[in-house]
T-cell receptor, first 113, second 116 residues
Framework: SQQGEEDPQALSIQEGENATMNCSYK?????LQWYRQNSGRGLVHLILIRSNEREKHSGRLRVTLDTSKKSSSLLITASRAADTASYFC?????????????FGGGTRVLVKP | EPEVTQTPSHQVTQMGQEVILRCVPI?????FYWYRQILGQKVEFLVS????????KSEIFDDQFSVERPDGSNFTLKIRSTKLEDSAMYFC??????????????FGEGSRLTVL
């Protein structure tokens, strides 16, 4: 079973609109991370939210975490064409040495100019 | 800004051949990783490495795979006898701390492996 799954799988919006994507996970976590991947490139870390945090901001990014629902959301405000990418949430499954970051399937975001 | 570098960027090999993918992690990082991404699919964990030994590995990381830190800077992934299904983009990553704590991964740009 997947530790993190993003929803929706794909999202198409106009420049200037907000983009929201969700991540659900199955087990307890210490933190949840969001990454971005431009097509054919390496992943880039966006933001980390700890299990005792509920909301975190970084520039135009806003991440929420609801541990009771085992879910997180990533909001990109005032999107730009350059935000076109795939976005992944990632968590560390329990019963491991704590060094296995597992990624969900990602949300492909297309921002149309 | 420090970065993770990977070579080669693209390698084409014949089935059954050995392949070595190379990575230079960020110099003060202690934890190293290999991931793979088959075209259009999710990023899959292969292995993590710390203190000169494998920390964790996935079911994908079978006896055909091995990792090594041959010197103070390089981190390599070896596939002994490649199969068609090994065709993928392989990403190296490193982190300063354990990811369970606050470690964030820094990824290289990937090595695309094509097995014919």
């Amino acid at each position: 079973s997947q530790q993190g799954e993003e929803d929706p799988q794909a999202l198409s919006i106009q420049e200037g609109e907000n983009a929201t994507m969700n991540c659900s996970y199955k087990t307890s976590i210490n933190n949840l991370q969001w990454y971005r991947q431009n097509s054919g490139r390496g992943l880039v870390h966006l933001i980390l939210i700890r299990s005792n945090e509920r909301e975190k901001h970084s520039g135009r990014l806003r991440v929420t975490l609801d541990t009771s629902k085992k879910s997180s959301s990533l909001l990109i405000t005032a999107s730009r064409a350059a935000d076109t990418a795939s976005y992944f949430c990632a968590t560390v499954p329990p019963s491991t040495a704590g060094n296995k970051l597992t990624f969900g399937g990602g949300t492909r975001v297309l921002v149309k100019p | 800004e420090p970065e993770v570098t990977q070579t080669p960027s693209h390698q084409v090999t014949q089935m059954g051949q050995e392949v070595i993918l190379r990575c230079v992690p960020i110099s003060n990082h202690l934890y190293f990783y290999w991931y793979r991404q088959i075209l259009g699919q999710k990023v899959e964990f292969l292995v993590s490495f710390y203190n000169n030994e494998i920390s964790e590995k996935s079911e994908i990381f079978d006896d055909q795979f091995s990792v090594e830190r041959p010197d103070g800077s390089n981190f390599t992934l070896k596939i002994r006898s490649t199969k068609l299904e090994d065709s993928a983009m392989y990403f190296c990553a490193s982190s300063e701390e354990r990811v369970m704590n606050t470690g964030e991964l820094f990824f290289g740009e990937g090595s695309r492996l094509t097995v014919l």
